[in-house]
T-cell receptor
Framework: AQKVTQAQTEISVVEKEDVTLDCVYE???????LFWYKQPPSGELVFLIR??????QNEISGRYSWNFQKSTSSFNFTITASQVVDSAVYFC????????FGAGTTVTVRA | ETGVTQSPTHLIKTRGQQVTLRCSSQ?????VSWYQQALGQGPQFIFQ???????GRGNFPPRFSGLQFPNYSSELNVNALELDDSALYLC??????????????FGPGTRLLVL
C-alpha cells in the first residue's frame, strides 16, 4: 500500500494566487516525521519544511504554511501569493524508518 | 559549508554494463542515502549508509550495491544494467544515523540513461 498519497497531479495558478498542496500518509508508527521538498527543473530536491508526529501546531514560515492533522493523517502545504519561481514539483515525504515520497504535484505559476 | 555533490551529472551506458555513481556528503554529515527517481515519479529509497555500514535497504535487487568511505563519501554501484535502471539517482546526507530524526539534504543527482 502506498504510504504517501498526493492526489493532485498538476496545479496551475496565476501569480499572486495561493496554492494548497494535499498530502495523505499512512504509517503504523507513533513517532514519525513529515517533510515537504521542492524539485525545480534542475532536478535537485530542496528541503522546505519538517514536522514531527508529536507537534500538530500549524505554522507559517514566510510565504509557506502547513496544516498537519494527525486525526486524518494529512499534511497539507500552502504557498501564499505564489510567484513564477515557485514553479516546480513538490513532494510530500514520510520518514518512519526510511524516507517515502509521494508521486509529487507539479505546480505551474503563470505570470 | 559545502553541500552534497554528485558525479557525474549525466551518464549513458548500455544494457549489461556496470556503473559507479559518486556522492560527497555535506560537511559534518555521516549518513548517506541513495534514491532512484524514474521519470514522473517520486524518489524511491535504495539504501542508507551510516559510518561505513549499510543501515537500511529498500526494495532493490542485490545488483544495486554501495560503499561508504571513512570521509563519509559514498558510491552506488549497479551491475548488469537494465533499461529500467534509466533514472535520476539522488544522494542525500544527514547528520546522524537515527532514522526518521534528521532532515536529509539532497545533491543535484546523476541522470543515467541505459540504452
Amino acid at each position: 500500500a502506498q504510504k504517501v498519497t498526493q492526489a493532485q497531479t498538476e496545479i496551475s495558478v496565476v501569480e499572486k494566487e495561493d496554492v494548497t498542496l494535499d498530502c495523505v500518509y499512512e504509517t503504523r508508527d507513533t513517532t514519525y516525521y513529515l517533510f515537504w521538498y521542492k524539485q525545480p527543473p534542475s532536478g535537485e530536491l530542496v528541503f522546505l519544511i519538517r514536522r514531527n508526529s508529536f507537534d500538530e501546531q500549524n505554522e507559517i514560515s514566510g510565504r509557506y504554511s502547513w496544516n498537519f492533522q494527525k486525526s486524518t493523517s494529512s499534511f497539507n502545504f500552502t504557498i501564499t501569493a505564489s510567484q513564477v519561481v515557485d514553479s516546480a514539483v513538490y513532494f510530500c515525504a514520510l520518514d518512519d524508518y526510511k524516507l517515502s515520497f509521494g508521486a509529487g504535484t507539479t505546480v505551474t505559476v503563470r505570470a | 559549508e559545502t553541500g552534497v555533490t554528485q558525479s557525474p551529472t549525466h551518464l549513458i551506458k548500455t544494457r549489461g554494463q556496470q556503473v559507479t555513481l559518486r556522492c560527497s556528503s555535506q560537511s559534518g554529515h555521516n549518513t548517506v542515502s541513495w534514491y532512484q527517481q524514474a521519470l514522473g515519479q517520486g524518489p524511491q529509497f535504495i539504501f542508507q549508509y551510516y559510518r561505513e555500514e549499510e543501515n537500511g535497504r529498500g526494495n532493490f535487487p542485490p545488483r544495486f550495491s554501495g560503499l561508504q568511505f571513512p570521509n563519509y563519501s559514498s558510491e552506488l554501484n549497479v551491475n548488469a544494467l537494465e533499461l529500467d535502471d534509466s533514472a535520476l539517482y539522488l544522494c542525500a546526507s544527514s547528520p546522524g544515523g537515527l532514522a526518521g530524526q534528521e532532515t536529509q539534504y539532497f545533491g543535484p543527482g546523476t541522470r543515467l540513461l541505459v540504452l
